[in-house]
């Protein structure tokens, strides 16, 4: 079941014309949404802040905008099904939303981090990285790779060697009382999660530095963790590096996006 250009579709298959550009070059804009206590209106599902997202990148793109109440109205029809919900706008402004359901395994990992792997070839890394669009090519190249090394996230650095995000989100450092975070300068994506996490520290008074996170730097690190809209946050308890594997503690935040 998906919502597609105005309509319900109760099917597995998405037929596309054979010049359509999202299909030969990714051209779209995406975002991943999870949906709390099945309510758009939810604070943490931040469904405004996904819809700017989208709007964003379709104004830098010079494209159309979608039409915003049927966006909404797919939305609403999928999340009583799915707890996350992915929007996918065409150039055109047409409309595309899947659903799918939280990884069965997320608390165990909230719990116990996972194991990362540092890709380090120039291959592995996002073009246009501060959106969110179709040609995720390169992330998905290193998640496939790290899954090669029994680690379940990538790590994507720059041509200095400095450390960027992982596959799927942003990267958060803990040291001497003070969270770290990679800065935005670096070019990459400003997560939605990323931005409420660091709203929650600034208005609790807690040490936040956003910086440029150098290999000598992350060696300082107690711990790390990664976020996105969906996992919220997962410690990384051990990197793989080369032929170094770094291990580190959990660390948690004072709590998770979720307030429980």
Same mark, same amino acid.
């Given at each position: 079941m998906f919502w597609y250009d105005g309509k319900l579709v109760d099917f597995n298959q998405l037929h596309l014309k054979i010049n359509e550009p999202?299909?030969?070059?990714?051209?779209?804009?995406?975002?991943?949404?999870?949906?709390?206590?099945? =309510? /758009? +209106?939810?604070?943490?599902? =931040?469904?405004?802040?996904?819809?700017?997202r989208i709007s964003q990148s379709i104004q830098t793109f010079n494209w159309q905008q979608p039409n915003w109440q049927r966006l909404q109205q797919g939305a609403e029809l999928l999340l009583a099904h799915f707890p996350i919900l992915r929007m996918v706008v065409f150039p055109d402004g %047409? *409309?595309? $939303?899947?659903? %799918?359901?939280l990884p069965p395994d997320l608390k165990q990992r909230q719990a116990q981090g996972i194991t990362a792997w540092v890709a380090i070839e120039p291959?592995?890394?996002?073009?246009?990285?501060?959106?969110?669009?179709?040609?995720?090519?390169?992330?998905?190249l290193a998640r496939n790779q790290a899954l090669n090394f029994n680690a379940q996230e990538a790590i994507l650095i720059d041509h200095q060697g400095n450390w960027l995000e992982t =596959?799927?989100?942003? /990267?958060?450092?803990?040291?001497?009382?003070?969270?770290?975070?990679?800065s935005l300068d670096l070019e990459i994506l400003p997560g939605i999660a990323r931005s409420r996490? /660091?709203?929650?520290? +600034?208005?609790?008074? $807690?040490? $936040? *530095?956003?910086? $440029?996170?150098?290999?000598?730097?992350?060696?300082?690190? +107690?711990?790390? =963790?990664?976020c996105n809209c969906v996992i919220e946050v997962v410690p990384i308890k051990k990197i793989l590096y080369s032929e170094n594997c770094m291990d580190y503690s959990i660390v948690n935040f004072p709590q998770t996006l979720i307030s429980r």
């Open positions: 999202g299909l030969l070059y990714g051209a779209t804009v995406f975002t991943t949404m999870r949906v709390y206590e099945k =309510s /758009l +209106q939810h604070p943490l599902t =931040s469904w405004q802040a996904h819809c700017d %047409r *409309e595309w $939303i899947t659903g %799918r359901n291959l592995f890394k996002r073009d246009l990285a501060q959106h969110k669009t179709g040609n995720y090519l390169g992330a998905y =596959s799927t989100g942003n /990267l958060w450092g803990w040291r001497d009382n003070c969270w770290y975070t990679p996490l /660091l709203n929650f520290l +600034q208005n609790n008074n $807690i040490n $936040i *530095e956003e910086n $440029i996170w150098t290999y000598e730097f992350v060696k300082t690190l +107690q711990g790390i =963790s990664y």
